[in-house]
Nanobody, 123 residues
Framework: QVQLVESGGGLVQAGGSLRLSCAASGRTFSSYAMGWFRQAPGKEREFVTAISWSGLSTYYTEFVKGRFTISRDNAKNTVYLQMNSLKPDDTAVYYC????????????????WGQGTQVTVSS
């Protein structure tokens, strides 16, 4: 059974940084694309970023480009989300996901989700 466990969320002031981690188990982690979604209060869940199986290809939604960086360590079965220059609008629950393929494609739906970690950015 695939498990995704996020950590690293918390409260930070605007302009600050946080690093989220997602530890994966239950499948050959290095074979699959991974990603992050988020859901703010009262809003729909939205795509944030994704990374290919090798880590060589990354994808970002427009509102985080230049501020967020996704990376992965296949030896540790872990994917990371470095978030810099955080804004109050970044406040949300952040979810780690896996995709059933090696390369991300925007038409794909994730096949597994973590439980989420709360990120709160104060102004």
């Amino acid at each position: 059974q695939v498990q995704l466990v996020e950590s690293g969320g918390g409260l930070v002031q605007a302009g600050g940084s946080l690093r989220l981690s997602c530890a994966a188990s239950g499948r050959t982690f290095s074979s699959y694309a991974m990603g992050w979604f988020r859901q703010a209060p009262g809003k729909e869940r939205e795509f944030v970023t994704a990374i290919s199986w090798s880590g060589l290809s990354t994808y970002y939604t427009e509102f985080v480009k230049g501020r967020f960086t996704i990376s992965r360590d296949n030896a540790k079965n872990t994917v990371y989300l470095q978030m810099n220059s955080l804004k109050p609008d970044d406040t949300a629950v952040y979810y780690c996901v896996t995709y059933p393929v090696s390369y991300y494609n925007h038409v794909l739906t994730p096949d597994y989700w973590g439980q989420g970690t709360q990120v709160t950015v104060s102004s």
